[in-house]
Every structure is written in structure tokens, then in C-alpha cells.
């Protein structure tokens, strides 16, 4: 058995999917906020149900998708304990092992790119293989003068802990900037042109006369992936124009909405208010008034629902625009792009029912329908 590995070619990012044959329970090493779509496709294309997706640390070169994957394909997020990931359902620490069908994938601490960088071990009866994020890359390493690095920290994570592997292990590193795609724990204790041979002093000037640029992304990129990708770039300004879906979404639906324009215009009749979420969600959490339900997804299991088609197309019966909400603003894209290919205008409401998560895992606090005070209701 071996991983999955997909490329992001714009931060030269590698993603792993790694499954269990028999169940098709899947977990996900690393994923690219752009390579959602594809990533998806993978899971799709393999029959793959995904139950984990896991940092290796808090990255600085490319947003995660972890907190989509969790909204779109029902995954659990983990993220070791000391990157500051609030919003990561398990918070690793070293040992820890993460189940998918009867597979495990165990994390080791390897401090020094970041101070709570992880790597993760997978075992298979044909031989184990680890996923060393940015602290052992081929025939190098990650780097160590920004985001609590350290190059003392990362010389003994290398020496200690991931040489400590057997060397048939197979290195699956984070990134790789020459198109190779692994190596072995034998061949980077032997040839690692940083680490190999070198002893702690030595490694440390080396890595201290680096003098490398600031990554293009880390202002963004950090902040981001501190609440697993999860963001809205509205900064909580009062947004009363729609403004059209951008990026990678350009197109595929009519644009996005401030849960205010939202409710402007439900109430003066242009639009139809349109609750996305499931059924237990509306019941449990609190529902719109006068919304229209139709689930995008349905608990149990998160399965599509075959009634969403008729449900938003009577929606919009009257030639109305469709307004769509869900939790946080991501269900009601891929619903809203959905609405579009049945030929009817759907807009996605940003920021969603409850908002983002906030540093402590609470949503409500930041952005939502209801943390503006727009009317709902509580069954
Ligand atoms: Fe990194």
C-alpha cells in the first residue's frame, strides 16, 4: 500500500491520501486550499470516504483546506498540539495515533522548522512510511528563522527521532521544489547534504547562513491556517453589494452576499432565503424564519440529497433570486454552484448561520447571521 501523492504546483506542496483498502476510510496529510476541487475528485475517483485531515504544522507558504474538508466531506481535523490550530477537532501530541478503517497513522514530534511540527508515521505490511512535512525534505530540510524555529531543536528531531526510523522507511516531505517525489530514512542519514554527517554546530551555522527570503505568503498563509483555512475575506466590513464569485469558484455561481445584503433583500422580495444545512441543524442550532429548507447534504452520514434539486427549483418557482445559507459560508458554495447549473441565480451568503470558529473553537462570536442580529429562531 502506498499513499496518494498530489502536487501543488504553486507552492511546490505536496498532498497525501492515504486509505484502508477494505473499509475506504481515508486521511488526508497537507491539503492546499486551491487543490480542493481535486482533491475531491480523488476521493471521489477511489471511493474513498474521508475521515481525518491532518497538518504537519501551521504553514506559511499556502492556505489549508482542512476546514472545507471538514464542512464538504465530513472530516475530522487534527493538528499537532503546539501549532496554535484552535479550530483542529484533536490536538496531537507525540504517540498520538489517528485511526481510518484499520489503519493507524502515529505522530511524532519534530520540532524546528516550527516549534510543533509533527511528522507522521504508516506502518503497512509492506513497510513503513513517514510524512516529514517541512522537517526533512530531500536531500534537505525545512527552514528555521522564522515561526518559532529552531536549528538546535530541528538537528535532534532529525537525528533523534526521525533517523531513529528504520532506513528502509519511505520519506513522503512536505514539499519539493525539483520534481522528486521520495526517498528512504537510509538515504537521508547517509547523503542528506545538511544533516548527513554533520554535527550539531556544523548543522546550525549552516542553516543560520541560509539567508533566505521571507515566505511570499506568511501574513496571509498563517493567520489562516490558524483557524484551518476557514476565512472570509470581507474583513467584517458591512458588505451591500454582491460582489461575483472570484478565483477558482469564477462563474460557477452569482456571487457572494453579506448575511445583511442577504436579508435586504429577502425582505423587499427579491430573493429567496434558502437554509442549506441539515435538518438536526436547523432543529438543534436555530432556523430562519420563513427560510425554505433544503438540505445540501443530509446527517446521517453527509450523503448528498437527492431532494435538493426540486427544493431550490420550487424555490425559486417565481423567477426570484436564491440566497443561500448554511453553517459558515462553504456548504453554500457547493450548493449555490449546484443551484446554477440548474439554471437558476444562487448566491451564496457569506460567513453562514454561525459564523467561524474562534480561538477557542466557538462559533457565534465572529460574523454569522445570528452574530449580526438578524432574525432567527430556536425550535
Ligand atoms: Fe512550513
Redesign the pocket.
Known sequence: MKPIQLFDPASSTYTYVLFDQATRDALIIDPVDEQIERDLATLREYGLQLVWAVET?A???HITSAGKLAELAGAKTAAPVGCGIGTAGVQLQHGDILRFGGQTLRALHTPG??AGSMSFVWQTPEGGHVFT??TLLINGC?RTDFQSGSAHDLYRSLTEVLFALPDATTVWP?HDYQGRTHSSIGQEKAGNARVAGKTEAEFVAIMDALGLPKPRRIDEAVPANLTSGIRHDADGALLMQPRPAAGVHAGSYAGDVSPQLAWQWVQSGEAVLVDVRTDAEREWVGFVPGAVPAAWKQWPGMALNPQFDDAVRQAAADGQKLVLLCRSGVRSIAAAKRATELGLLAYNILEGFEGDPDAGAQRGHQGGWRHHGLPWRQN
Do not use: E, L
Request: proline content about 0%.
Open positions: 504544522h504553514h506559511a507558504d522548522h516550527t512535512g517541512d525545512g512536505g
